[in-house]
């Protein structure tokens, strides 16, 4: 999996936090400097630290499933991205009542809600062999920067990019696995 792969599968794994960011930057009373910075950490560092978890679990069962590892993760970034679609179409979200003051257990428990999909993406990266230090590296940094700029979008212009960046994030997804199963059957070679 080459660089711009890993930079895509980032970017689509950023989107729940980005969103959830948006809706926290509309909601918070005081946008401190800290208090942005603390809320960009907790979700970068979920969604680097979710994979690294993901990866290790995924080799320690490689063996056993190396002949259809590729539909796995063809139905995991699916169900995922799939998931992140269906979710940009739902008019109320349970992320925007949890996000209405700047305490650190919510945000704790939106950074673990938010890293889930990357934990499954981890086990995917096992699978494919991908250097799980760049990969987790990239997804933890490219989602701290998203959520300091998710949050400063929302305090700007409010709720109305959320649903669209989850969109484009599920998309992204899905497009990913349909290429690792055209590539592993095949059909296309990079």
Same mark, same amino acid.
Request: hydrophobic share 60%.
């Given at each position: 999996?080459?660089?711009?792969?890993?930079?895509?599968?980032?970017?689509?794994?950023?989107?729940?936090?980005? !969103?959830?960011?948006?809706?926290?930057?509309?909601?918070?009373?005081?946008?401190?400097?800290?208090?942005?910075?603390?809320? !960009?950490?907790?979700?970068?560092?979920?969604?680097?630290?979710?994979?690294?978890?993901?990866?290790?679990?995924?080799?320690?069962?490689?063996?056993?499933?190396?002949?259809?590892?590729?539909?796995?993760?063809?139905?995991?970034?699916?169900?995922?991205?799939?998931?992140?679609?269906?979710?940009?179409?739902?008019?109320?979200?349970?992320?925007?009542?949890?996000?209405?003051?700047?305490?650190?257990?919510?945000?704790?428990?939106?950074?673990?809600?938010?890293?889930?999909?990357?934990?499954?993406?981890?086990?995917?990266?096992?699978?494919?062999?991908?250097?799980?230090?760049?990969?987790?590296?990239?997804?933890?940094?490219?989602?701290?920067?998203?959520?300091?700029?998710?949050?400063?979008?929302?305090?700007?212009?409010?709720?109305?990019?959320?649903?669209?960046?989850?969109?484009?994030?599920?998309?992204?997804?899905?497009?990913?696995?349909?290429?690792?199963?055209?590539?592993?059957?095949?059909?296309?070679?990079?």
């Amino acid at each position: 999996m080459g660089i711009i792969e890993l930079i895509l599968i980032s970017i689509g794994l950023a989107m729940d936090a980005f !969103a959830v960011s948006i809706c926290k930057g509309i909601k918070m009373t005081s946008k401190k400097i800290w208090h942005i910075i603390v809320i !960009a950490l907790f979700f970068g560092g979920f969604q680097m630290i979710m994979p690294i978890i993901g990866w290790f679990l995924g080799s320690r069962f490689e063996s056993y499933i190396t002949s259809f590892d590729h539909w796995i993760a063809f139905f995991l970034l699916l169900i995922i991205g799939g998931k992140m679609i269906f979710e940009s179409f739902r008019k109320d979200s349970d992320d925007e009542k949890l996000v209405t003051k700047f305490d650190v257990k919510e945000i704790l428990v939106l950074a673990i809600a938010t890293s889930i999909d990357a934990l499954a993406v981890g086990i995917t990266f096992a699978f494919l062999k991908v250097n799980i230090v760049l990969a987790s590296s990239l997804i933890g940094c490219i989602t701290f920067v998203l959520a300091i700029i998710g949050i400063l979008i929302g305090s700007v212009v409010g709720g109305k990019f959320k649903n669209k960046a989850k969109l484009l994030g599920g998309i992204i997804l899905i497009l990913i696995g349909v290429k690792i199963l055209l590539e592993h059957l095949g059909v296309i070679t990079f």
